[in-house]
């Protein structure tokens, strides 16, 4: 079974306020405010890690849940997050040039 | 010997809102005249300009004001289009030229969005606001139709000087902000002062039974007050720069919740 990747699209543009989350589509100005869950996947995705790595490490020890649901879970919200433009999805790892913090400032 | 040259007096004007006067040509004296009337307090005949705008004036089409205003940049040219006219602007020749029939709602929505443009690469916006000032500080009412920025301008005591009832123009200055009078009317259809004051404080409107002022997380401060900002740009430069802006404005000025009954009481909460 092939892994799966994930990056922050670096056009968008994002901050957190006292532990929110908030980004902006710089295409259509859209605005999210992402939730734990999310916002946990956003700061991890450095294109670099796994999503079953990201899991284990990230989301597991914070929800308490079994990995193989938190996967399928991830793996149904990185895809939503793509389809808004938020995060970017490969098979292959992807270069990254937004800040390792998460926040495009 | 008869005089064989005339000297032709210019038809243009100078627009200044927020301070940044937009010099403004036509070749028609009636546009002219109708300009100093839509902007009066705000123009002048003469002086140094930021941007200068010919304007082509043309026949009546079937122009659809309601059409979705599109701001796009290509290889360092604005174009600026709705239904009722056309824009382009070039910033670094500071020159542009628009397009429509003679009619002051159209250069309007082009000044707007030019502004827009200008503020979002300083740090500052128009925002959908009454704003006035009081006692020398400057208090933004921001809401969707119908919230109260025009009931909220109507109850203001004689001591309130308003700026505006409808888009309040907010320019970065220092640590702070200040707000700028601005031509830009709502309902009251009175054009705000020429002044300015610094910002003291932002209050999101609501109606109700009483009066209240209650403060707001800096999440829902910040959403609020992105959700009341006037931006029309395809761009992602100037969208992740507004976006920003809204933030530093939140970090440096409050935000509060003012719950109001429609009547003069409520200015007694203000100031």
């Known amino acids: ?105 | 010997m008869p005089q064989l040259t005339t000297e032709i007096e210019p038809l243009s004007l100078v627009i200044d809102i927020g301070g940044m006067p937009v010099r403004v040509n036509t070749a028609d004296a009636g546009f002219l005249r109708l300009l100093q009337d839509r902007y009066s307090g705000y123009v002048r005949s003469s002086g140094w300009s930021e941007i200068e705008f010919d304007v082509d004036l043309v026949s009546p089409a079937t122009p659809d004001p309601a059409a979705d205003v599109r701001v796009t940049s290509l290889q360092g040219r604005w174009t600026l289009t709705r239904g009722d006219f056309h824009a382009e602007w070039e910033p670094a020749a500071r020159r542009g030229r628009i397009r429509q029939t003679a009619n002051p709602y159209s250069i309007d929505a082009v000044l707007r969005i030019v502004h827009t443009l200008v503020l979002a690469r300083q740090g500052g916006f128009l925002l959908h606001s009454a704003s006035a000032i009081r006692n020398g500080k400057a208090f933004l009412f921001a809401g969707v139709s119908e919230a109260g920025k025009t009931t909220i301008s109507r109850l203001a005591p004689a001591d309130v000087t308003l700026l505006t009832d409808e888009i309040s123009y907010v320019r970065k200055q220092g640590d702070g902000y200040v707000a700028f009078g601005t031509p830009f009317t709502g309902e009251l259809a009175k054009l705000g002062e020429n002044v300015s004051a610094p910002v003291s404080a932002l209050y999101l409107l609501a109606k109700g039974r009483e009066n209240r002022i209650e403060t707001v997380a800096p999440g829902e401060a910040t959403r609020s007050l992105l959700a009341n900002l006037l931006f029309f740009a395809e761009d992602e430069e100037l969208v992740q720069a507004i976006f920003h802006s809204a933030f530093e404005f939140v970090s440096r000025i409050p935000v509060r919740r003012l719950t109001f009954f429609p009547d003069a009481r409520v200015w007694e909460l203000i100031g």
Not at chain 1, 12 to 26: F, P, Q, W, Y
Not at chain 1, 47 to 66: N, S
């Open chain 1, 1 to 105: 079974m092939s892994r799966l990747y994930v990056a922050r699209n670096p056009r968008v543009a994002a901050r957190s306020l006292d532990g929110e989350m908030m980004i902006m589509s710089g295409q259509d100005s859209t605005l999210f405010t992402l939730n734990r869950t999310a916002t946990i996947l956003w700061q991890s995705a450095d294109g670099a890690t796994p999503l079953d790595e990201i899991v284990e490490h990230k989301i597991c020890g914070e929800f308490e849940v079994e990995p193989a649901e938190a996967l399928r879970d991830a793996e149904t919200l990185a895809r939503e997050l793509a389809g808004h433009g938020i995060l970017q999805i490969s098979e292959q790892p992807i270069p990254q040039r937004t800040a390792p913090s998460g926040e495009s400032r």
